[in-house]
């Protein structure tokens, strides 16, 4: 059962960030499923933050913050890999117009 699950959350996660990675995706649509990313990841922090105060044990807030600086990590990573990959296209589009 717990393999089942776990293939059924990958293939909605994968799925929402290939469509909101892909260009082919309408953008409001796009804008949908990363708000569903966030909120996802926002669920997975909350849930160990609920955890943390519930034990009250020092790890588990360590454990908590460590998993909170990996998505923002995460995050932040793609975003200036995502700019980056517009900026290099934006210039070689100027480029073919002069």
Do not use: C, Q
């Amino acid at each position: 059962m717990d393999i089942l699950i776990e293939f059924v959350l990958e293939i909605i996660l994968e799925g929402t960030i290939a469509g909101a990675e892909s260009k082919k995706v309408p953008l409001p649509i796009r804008i949908l499923l990363v708000t569903f990313l966030i909120a996802i990841y926002g669920a997975l922090v909350g849930i160990f933050v609920l955890l943390s105060v519930k034990t009250g044990s020092v790890w588990m807030w360590i454990l908590t913050f460590l998993v909170f600086a990996l998505i923002l990590g995460v995050t932040v990573y793609r975003i200036r890999k995502y700019r980056r990959e517009n900026k290099n296209k934006d210039k070689e589009k100027d480029a073919e117009n002069k």
